[in-house]
């Protein structure tokens, strides 16, 4: 069994993390080709990413409670075996319609990977050094989502859209094997809480009442969103309206990839030096940029990648500083209950981000337009958010860190 400080367990947490992304990246380049061979449109098409969102939505307001009761690693194992047997049912799926149900399944086990790698990290860390690690930890992950798309498309030219989904199974089998085998728990006896529903009712709403636990979630909702609406609609902006080739799309992706890995680096490098509410604000700005920048060259009828791809650089770069730091002070004052934070938080990020890239597709236009206005909106709203409940001036007086460490 690892120690629970090792960095070999911060990789093992961070590859359970990169689940979320390598779900929602690896068939990115294969939507258009999906959409050819199950004889359905772009919509619905799009749509099986909404289904994903909300299912993974639904899904962290259970996995955390649970974990708070029953610990994180029993709960990591049952979410990483349903996604499994969800990844075969999407790679047999002989209709949009039974993708879709695969997908959802998929969202239901796959929540579990990041919801309880943030509450792992929680648990072993503390409320000020989370930060760092979990800054480190997205820095690694970048990994998944810039290797994805270009994984995926070499996996369509070579095998077919479903190709994805087999590898997405052997990927969930392999980190069920090492959960089970090396994942120590990380949450021990005394500090684990009732899931009575009155008394899970009762944590959501202390949370809901905490303006810092709803500006930090809020922020990092939003910008998420932004992301999200670019996984959405990039595929057909890129491949059916530009023309760009599938697997040109990969790299393209990769760069966009490499914003958010110099942002988390940043986060992590700068995280003690600047504090959290200097990177937010940094971070936010970046994101307000990078979206009102594509908004304004798509609206002026600029149709190019390189109107597309720079400014969701930018964007993601941002967005890379504000998640780490968003999710760590969110969690930071509730240690007794990091499990069911890290659900409400990752509840109130999927379902904001499913229905903005629901919305993507259904105004689609055959344009960037619908994705380049919902970015810059995304970005504006996470400026917004900070500044509006979760900068120190909206809070007590003190050091934050400072209190935090106590608190933790």
């Known amino acids: 069994m690892l120690s629970p400080t090792s960095p070999v ?27 050819e061979a199950l004889g359905t449109g772009p919509d619905r098409v799009q749509l099986t990413l909404s289904v994903y969102m909300a ?15 029953a610990g994180r690693k029993p709960v990591m194992a049952a979410g990483l075996g349903l996604f499994m047997a ?55 992950m970048a990994l998944a989502p810039a290797l994805a798309p270009v994984v995926g ?15 997405l199974t052997l990927y969930a089998a392999a980190m069920l094997a090492l959960v089970l085998a090396r994942l120590p728990e990380s949450l021990p006896e005394a500090r684990r809480q009732s899931i009575r529903p009155l008394a899970l009712l009762g944590t ?20 998420f969103s932004g992301l999200f609406a670019y996984l959405s609609g990039s595929s057909f902006v890129l491949i059916d309206f530009m023309g ?29 030096r600047l504090g959290r509410e200097r990177l937010i604000a940094l971070g936010t700005l970046c994101c307000a ?16 990648p390189w ?51 629901a919305l993507v597709g259904q105004f689609h236009d055959g344009t960037s337009h619908s994705m380049a206005v919902a970015i810059g909106l995304s970005g504006a709203l996470a400026l917004l958010c900070y500044l509006g409940l979760a900068r120190p001036s909206a809070r007590p007086h003190g050091d934050a860190a400072t209190l935090e460490a106590r608190r933790g």
């Open 289 to 304: 940029l990078g979206g009102g920048g594509m908004a304004a060259l798509s609206l002026a009828d600029v149709f190019s």
């Open 153 to 167: 498309a070499g996996l369509l030219l070579a095998f077919g859209w479903t190709a994805a989904f087999w590898l």
């Open 55 to 69: 299912g993974f939505a639904v899904a962290q307001l259970l996995v955390g409670p649970l974990s708070d009761r």
């Open 244 to 272: 760009v080739a599938p697997a040109h799309y990969g790299l393209l992706f990769s760069l966009v990839v490499l914003g958010f890995f110099v942002g988390s680096m940043t986060s992590g490098r700068y995280s003690r």
């Open 86 to 140: 969800a990844s075969l049912l999407c790679a047999l799926a002989p209709s949009i319609e039974i993708l879709l149900v695969g997908r959802f399944l998929q969202a239901l086990g796959g929540a579990a990977g990041p919801v309880l790698a943030r509450a792992a990290v929680r648990d072993i860390h503390g409320p000020v050094e989370a930060a760092r690690i979990l800054s480190y930890m997205a820095s690694t």
């Open 307 to 357: 109107a597309v791809v720079p400014p969701q650089m930018l964007f993601m770069a941002g967005f890379g500083i504000v998640m780490p730091q968003t999710m760590a002070g969110a969690l930071a004052p509730n240690p007794d209950c990091a499990g069911t934070a890290s659900s409400l938080f990752g509840f109130l990020q999927m379902a904001i981000a499913a229905l903005g890239g």
């Open 9 to 35: 367990t911060v990789a093992l947490l961070a590859a359970l993390t990169a689940l979320g992304p390598l779900a929602t990246d690896m068939y990115l380049p294969a939507m258009p080709a999906m959409a």
């Open 204 to 223: 959501f709403r202390r949370l809901l009442g905490q303006r810092r636990f709803v500006g930090y979630t809020l922020t990092n909702a939003c910008a």
